[in-house]
Antibody, heavy 120, light 111 residues
């Protein structure tokens, strides 16, 4: 059964770059789409973007070019970088698989999430 | 303001049925059968409960069902149980550039 685990710094300074890793176990990362979703404290979910194992990406345009996703198939990991962060980027960041059952628009399963706080 | 509109809260008693609505537009729910529902308990990751409007992933109870009419999708939970108390989010594909949008979430209280 596939499992996902996020990791990265829990505290990032304003204007710096947030960097997170999602380690996939129990299945190969190859051939699938993988996504990042975030949830500000006490608020709803926001889709950040997805990446295919081949490196194809699609990002939420609301993040205005600050997002970069990448993948390392040899390590079965994928990554998120979010630049020029502000306090509004404080959130729990989840990684998830898109199983593409009939379409690639559902997330299952999810990682447990990691809280990233933007503060000086 | 979330792109999909959900009621902030709903409640029901054990054994009863409840329905949570999720209203979008013709750019998302109205034109596409790509609505999903997620259950999130406090401090936990969301869990996929329904995909493609009305399909249940393996292992999800048949007490959970989904439907759609026009621009509004619905999640119905029958035979409410205490463990169903959670936050529920809908999501949909959208033909707008954003690709995928979520609702603001609905807090379900089982009294």
């Amino acid at each position: 059964q596939v499992q996902l685990q996020e990791s990265g710094p829990g505290l990032v300074k304003p204007s710096e770059t947030l960097s997170l890793t999602c380690a996939v176990s129990g299945d190969s990362i190859n051939g699938y789409y993988w996504s990042w979703i975030r949830q500000p404290p006490g608020k709803g979910l926001e889709w950040i973007g997805y990446i295919h194992s081949t490196g194809t990406t699609n990002y939420n345009p609301s993040l205005k070019g600050r997002v970069t996703m990448s993948v390392d198939t040899s390590k079965n990991q994928f990554f998120l970088k979010l630049s020029s962060v502000t306090a509004a980027d404080t959130a729990v960041y989840f990684c998830a698989k898109l199983p593409c059952i009939t379409s690639c628009v559902q997330f299952d399963p999810w990682g447990q999430g990691t809280l990233v706080t933007v503060s000086s | 303001q979330s792109a999909l509109t959900q009621p902030a809260s709903v409640s029901g008693s054990p054994g009863q049925s409840i329905t949570i609505s999720c209203t979008g537009t013709s750019s998302d729910i109205g034109d596409y059968n790509f609505v999903s529902w997620y259950q999130q308990h406090p401090g936990k990751a969301p869990k996929l409960m329904i995909y493609d409007v009305s399909n249940r992933p393996s292992g999800i109870s048949n007490r959970f069902s989904g439907s759609k009419f026009g621009n509004t999708a619905s999640l119905t939970i029958s035979g409410l149980q205490v463990e169903d108390e959670a936050e529920y989010y809908c999501s949909s594909y959208t033909s707008r550039s954003i690709y995928l949008i979520f609702g603001g979430g609905t807090s379900l209280t089982v009294l």
